[in-house]
């Protein structure tokens, strides 16, 4: 079975992906698409690695960490998985430790960095997290997870138009990065100004990949929070392309005059 890489996915529900201070800071995984768990297990050549990964699929956590084990050796790949799966199970330390022994074995791995960045994040520690995703960056500069999370991390921070360049320059490398729907993620509860933040710089970026379902649904979102206002909203540009579209037109008149 092919070798496959979990990078934590920044999300916004905001968002930094396990993808969220900024409300919260959503930091999410790629699934992976092994075959059904029983049929893993059955195939005579499955590696532990195999096994692994049908078993994060399945949200079997600690099983999966104890099949990586089982492999000899084992590699700064499966470190970084078992730090994905700890991080899951919100088992901070250990998902550091293993983040780390990754980092040992690949100095250079920007999945690793950019896992380590949204643990740092979630723990609020936003400088190292930020130098975490800049790492991962220096490294793989059309990593366009890194930015996206790196953008949450400083929406988080209340550093809006830092964040919103990074979230750009993540939508420039891949137009579809606000899109993934099928991915495993953890919450960190932020303030509801911090909420509302992160979604309304999240419609932006939605708008700008052409999903206006999805803008219109963290507009809601960011309204309802009281980050923003109808005349607000009305007067961004990034928004004009929306206007006309029923339910965006519903959306403002709800909120009255």
């Known amino acids: 079975m092919a070798n496959k890489y979990f990078w ?3 999300l916004a529900s905001l968002p930094v992906l396990l993808s ?41 956590y600690e099983a999966a960490i104890a099949a990586y084990k089982k492999a000899d050796p084992i590699s700064a790949d499966l470190w970084n998985k078992m730090g994905i799966a700890n991080q899951l199970m919100f088992s901070q330390q250990e998902a550091n430790r293993c983040y780390r022994e990754s980092l040992r074995l690949n100095p250079k791995n920007p999945n690793a960095l950019n896992n380590l960045g949204t643990l740092y994040d979630s723990m609020k520690k936003f400088r190292d997290a930020e ?18 999370n790196l953008g949450t991390s400083l929406l988080s ?35 509801t100004q911090d909420r509302g933040a992160m979604n309304y710089f999240m419609a932006k970026g939605c708008v700008r990949a052409g999903m206006n379902d ?44």
């Not at 219109?216 to 990034?238: M, P």
Request: contains cysteine.
């Open 157 to 191: 921070q209340h550093q809006y138009q830092k964040g919103w360049t990074a979230y750009q320059k993540a939508l420039a490398l891949d137009p579809r990065i606000f899109q993934n729907q099928a991915v495993l993620h953890v919450e960190n509860p932020g303030t």
């Open 214 to 257: 999805c803008a219109i649904d963290h507009l809601r979102r960011a309204l309802n929070e009281g980050f923003t206002n109808v005349k607000k909203i009305g007067a961004d540009t990034e928004f004009a392309g929306l206007r006309g579209v029923p339910a965006f037109d519903q959306l403002l008149a709800a909120q009255g005059p």
């Open 20 to 60: 969220g201070a900024l409300g919260a800071f959503s930091q999410a995984i790629d699934p992976v698409r092994s075959p059904d768990l029983a049929a893993v297990a059955a195939q005579a050549d499955a590696t532990p690695e195999d096994v692994g990964d049908a078993l994060m699929v399945h949200q079997r």
């Open 131 to 148: 130098k975490m995703f800049q790492r991962a960056i220096e490294i793989a500069p059309n990593f366009a997870l890194a930015y996206k």
């Open 8 to 10: 934590i996915r920044g």
